[in-house]
């Protein structure tokens, strides 16, 4: 399996789930921040860093764990359809 065989409804258990995560991660380096912690701090790197990716992450499966839409034409008329799957 891959990322292409995601449905959207998979895709929004994971976003749903890694989101909390987010939040604190979000706090944290706020947390750090305010108590004076350098920009080269080995910890605050280290959170920064791990806020971003997740904070990417969370982001890339919030925009996509929506059904895909697709405007085709049939017999001169446009037809809307959806796709269930995932898409990266």
């Known amino acids: 399996m891959d990322s292409s065989q995601l449905t959207t409804e998979q ?3 994971i ?11 979000c706090r944290l380096v706020r947390r750090m921040e305010r108590r004076g912690f350098p920009p ?7 959170a920064t860093e791990a806020y971003d990716k997740m904070y990417h992450l969370s982001i890339r499966f919030d925009g996509t764990a929506r059904p ?3 405007i085709v034409w049939q017999n001169g008329k446009a037809q809307v359809l959806k796709s269930r799957r995932f898409i990266l």
């Open 68 to 70: 895909r839409l697709a």
């Open 15 to 25: 976003r749903d789930a890694i989101g909390p995560t987010v939040g604190y991660l």
């Open 40 to 46: 080269d701090d080995k910890l605050f790197k280290l």
């Open 11 to 13: 895709a929004a258990k």
